[in-house]
């Protein structure tokens, strides 16, 4: 399952929190354990799924190096060490170096999808790379310029009376943003950015799967194509930090459950000055005591 993104496997948004992960995984697990379910052959096989997507992202640290690499594309777990032998080395800031064993080996290449159109994951490297998703050309045109911030997803429960009349909540999200003490570059103070000796400045590197040459982002700089001399003490090299962020959400009148909305640019901010993401909220609504929602 090392190519599904764990947050859907866990049914929570990117930007929810520890707590909610804990919770979500606890729910899943008491669901499809295979104890509870002996009659079910695909059970074992589920609850296998959300264990590991759990081992990921229930850490703190693994989910931070998980999260750099889901943004570039690659949905390969960071459990290799248990996994495989796929132990970080030094200078790649905790990711695995490329082909090592276990779910961070690399992107499948049936992930990919349809090579005709370049449907799957295709889209996602063409479109974050500016070129061929294959040759990796305009990797560093797109490293230069300013990025759009990712869109933040999250789940709003609100009261039956404020779903029926509409009203102004105030909410915290979790969101990751350029750090401010590298300003994204992911050096330290003082230190310099040098070409990646292990892409050789392309931010690509290729891997051969089923006899085909398939490229992803370098995992050593992140698809960057420079490495720091030294690593920026406060995000590690990686350029982005998690913080939380406050928004006053106003709840219209008459919301139904389950009712999506988009406020745009008030998702995190983009990398190298680019423009905000969206903010999508999902709205749920409480049970209440004394009234229910009919027709």
Do not use: W
Not at 202 to 225: D, E, N, Y
Not at 281 to 292: A, G, N, S
């Amino acid at each position: 399952m090392a190519q599904q993104d764990y947050y859907a496997v866990l049914g929570v948004p990117a930007s929810a929190t520890q707590d909610e992960i804990k919770k979500a995984y606890r729910k899943l697990a008491a669901k499809h354990h295979p104890d509870k379910n002996p009659n079910d052959p695909k059970a074992a096989e589920t609850f296998k799924g959300i264990s590991e997507a759990y081992q990921t992202l229930g850490d703190a640290e693994k989910r931070k190096q998980y999260d750099d690499m889901r943004r570039l594309g690659a949905f390969g777990g960071f459990g290799g060490g248990a996994r495989g032998g796929g132990g970080a080395r030094p200078g790649t800031y905790g990711y695995p170096p490329p082909g090592a064993g276990g779910a961070a080996g690399g992107i499948r290449f049936e992930d990919l999808g349809d090579l005709g159109g370049f449907g799957g994951l295709g889209d996602i490297f063409s479109s974050m790379f500016g070129g061929n998703a294959r040759t990796g050309a305009g990797a560093q045109a797109r490293n230069r310029g300013p990025q759009r911030g990712e869109d933040i997803e999250t789940a709003l429960e609100i009261p039956f009376r404020t779903a029926a009349l509409g009203d102004k909540v105030p909410v915290e999200l979790d969101v990751t943003e350029e750090c401010g003490t590298c300003h994204g570059t992911g050096a330290a103070p003082g230190a310099k950015l040098v070409t990646c000796s292990e892409c050789g400045g392309r931010g690509t590197i290729s891997f051969g799967q089923g006899g085909f040459a398939v490229q992803r982002p370098c995992p050593v700089c992140l698809g960057r194509g420079q490495v720091p001399t030294e690593p920026c003490p406060t995000c590690n090299g990686t350029g982005q930090v998690r913080s939380r962020k406050k928004v006053l959400i106003t709840v219209p009148a008459g919301v139904d459950e389950g009712t999506k909305i988009r406020l745009k640019g008030q998702g995190a901010r983009g990398p190298k000055g680019g423009p905000p993401g969206d903010l999508l909220i999902t709205f749920h609504e409480k049970p209440d005591r004394f009234y229910k929602r009919e027709g």
